[in-house]
């Protein structure tokens, strides 16, 4: 009866409002949402490898966001993880809303907790490609906020397919000279000859009577050496090494080159002829080595002789990649390789 009553008098008001000329209450409008968006990153891998793609969520206004993810995986490949660190979150597997997934082509993931304004967060997503042949796959990320269904962003992403990567590095080294105690500076350039993008590194000896004492890529936060033999907590550190492993931290496209300083301080009146530097691939087939090392000559001058004059024609060091790249370097020394983005180096040095 209440119910009837109230119904009939909301009747009346709304009539009596029309004939006054007098509008009737809005309905009620969904709260402002908070101003999300997302920023997915690419990635690229051969067939059976596991790649990870960062995807970043930033609140770019005032309002508390509590967001979420839909996470749609590019056809070829299955995510069988997602690093959620520093933050915490969870995700669901839509196709069949289990929370304890191993493998999924869609997620949505959850955030534990607000972000606030002007604050971002970032989760990494772990992509196992299926596919065998090269190529490129589009996946998309939306994010919404919790309460409300509405998509606030998408993006979409790709990852490529690489399949199997072929390239041939060339490697130059001009000579040096100085005397004894002088510290020279051998300027060792790669090339990448194709058909494919690389990503060179170098595996370096130093002619008996000198030892390497810097290395400096020539390009301020690129690349750097590590001396495999010091035991110190810090391998980059280092000012007596006979032996280094240099790399880059961009990638290297065809055609162009790249270009790292070694330092060699001359210890003695005579120089070997024994010091070399080999190109090596963190990933990629070299079909040709007989142009992958180049001999390390330095002179000494003054009354001291000469040495090193001769080249040394060595073999490649084998390169290999997985999860993780490792260089085997004289006589087993297994050197594990930080995980590295491809960025394509922005300089031509050759």
Not at 7 to 25: E, M, W
Not at 175 to 196: I, Q, S
């Amino acid at each position: 009866m209440g119910i009837r009553t109230w119904a009939a008098g909301a009747t009346a008001a709304a009539l009596a409002c029309l004939s006054l000329g007098v509008a009737a209450p809005a309905a009620a409008q969904e709260p402002e949402l908070p101003d999300l968006e997302v920023f997915p990153f690419a990635g690229s891998g051969e067939g059976g490898e596991v790649v990870e793609v960062s995807i970043l969520v930033s609140n770019q206004g005032t309002t508390p966001a509590e967001p979420v993810l839909h996470i749609v995986a590019p056809a070829g490949t299955t995510i069988v993880g997602v690093d959620w660190s520093p933050r915490d979150g969870s995700c669901v597997d839509l196709a069949t809303g289990a929370p304890d997934w191993t493998e999924a082509t869609e997620l949505e993931c959850s955030l534990a907790g607000e972000l606030a304004g002007d604050e971002s967060f970032e989760i990494w997503v772990s992509y196992r490609i299926d596919e065998d042949q090269p190529g490129v796959s589009a996946g998309e990320v939306e994010v919404r906020h919790a309460p409300s269904p509405t998509v606030i962003d998408s993006e979409p992403f790709e990852i490529e397919f690489l399949g199997d990567l072929v390239a041939d590095l060339s490697i130059a080294a001009p000579p040096a000279e100085g005397k004894v105690g002088d510290v020279v500076d051998v300027v060792v350039t790669v090339t990448n000859n194709g058909p494919d993008f690389a990503g060179p590194a170098l595996t370096v000896t130093a002619p008996t009577g000198t030892v390497a004492v810097a290395a400096d890529s020539g390009i301020p936060g690129v690349g750097g050496c590590d001396d495999p033999n010091n035991d110190s907590d810090d391998p980059y550190e280092f000012d007596a090494a006979t032996e280094l492993i240099c790399t880059w931290e961009s990638g290297l496209e065809v055609n162009r080159s790249l270009s790292m300083t070694l330092s060699f301080r001359i210890d003695a009146a005579e120089v070997g002829d024994d010091g070399t530097v080999t190109a090596v691939e963190t990933g990629e087939d070299d079909p040709d080595l007989s142009n992958n090392t180049a001999p390390i000559t330095i002179t000494v001058a003054g009354d001291g002789g000469a040495g090193g004059e001769l080249p040394v024609t060595g073999s490649r060091t084998v390169l290999l990649a997985g999860g993780g790249a490792a260089i085997l370097l004289l006589g087993g020394l297994l050197y594990v390789l930080g995980r590295r983005r491809k960025v394509p180096a922005d300089a031509d040095d050759a």
